[in-house]
């Protein structure tokens, strides 16, 4: 199948958007929404993969609204990524303890910590991220190829927090996907009625044990959500650029993922 893709001015930043070119339209829109390492190639892989499968793909950079910063240049960015991805997601989540282990880097840590210490600002403060994720669903239901209905959602780590702070209050959402991400405050269930799926590691202790009780709030909240936890996985078990990869988890994740997209987007039309 050939897509049709490129860079589109979202707001004050951009996004990738992918479709099938030549496809009936319109098309359910999904919304991608990256980990905290934020625009990159497995970013975009993933939005060819969902708009391979029949959608609009909309994958937002989230730091491309923000004012420029040497910390956050993709070459610093990537060699951060590779530093951490040497380290169990307990070391390097935790403040202390990265920066213990940035201490005994050497001079390359004080830059490896200024790219971490950037990054984090993110998951500090995920309101910051609203504008450009409320504009890249506007752009992706106004695109030609959209179809104006409900959006899908699916985030990973940082951006599975992000889509199911969305799933709590974005009225166009219509499914949300979250990939390993925390789970949102309780009180923030009360105003969203779109269905949630969550994939989990069993190895992510610090996300996985919280599930349960996100699940028993969803319940209290009448809302609906579907979650499964692939024993032995780690944290970026999707990610296949990542020592963290798992093949059967994300394949089985992967095909829970569009099944859930294709019922709730699409359904019996």
Known sequence: MTLASGSHQVGAGRAYVAWPERADRPLPVVLIVSDIWGDGDHLRDVADRVAHAGYLAVAPDLYSGFPASDALT??????????????????WMDATERAQALAEVGAAGVALGETLDALFEGPADLGRFDPILSDAITLGSAHDAGNHGPVGAVGFCMGGSLVGLLAGDE???????????????????????????????????????????????????????????????????????????????????????????????????
């Open 74 to 91: 993709p070459g610093r960015v990537a060699s951060a990524r590779g530093w951490v991805d040497g380290l169990a997601p307990a070391t």
């Open 171 to 269: 009225a166009r959402l219509g499914a949300a996907v979250i990939f390993y991400g925390t789970p949102p405050p309780h009180d923030r269930l009360q105003g969203g009625t779109c269905p949630v799926l969550g994939l989990y590691g069993g190895e992510d202790h610090a996300i996985t044990d919280a599930v349960p009780a996100l699940a028993d709030a969803m319940t209290a909240a009448h809302r609906r959500f579907e979650y499964h936890v692939y024993p032995g996985a780690p944290h970026a078990f999707f990610n296949e650029t990542r020592s963290a990869y798992r093949v059967d988890a994300a394949r089985d994740a992967w095909v829970r993922t569009l099944d859930f997209l294709s019922t709730e987007l699409v359904g019996d039309s």
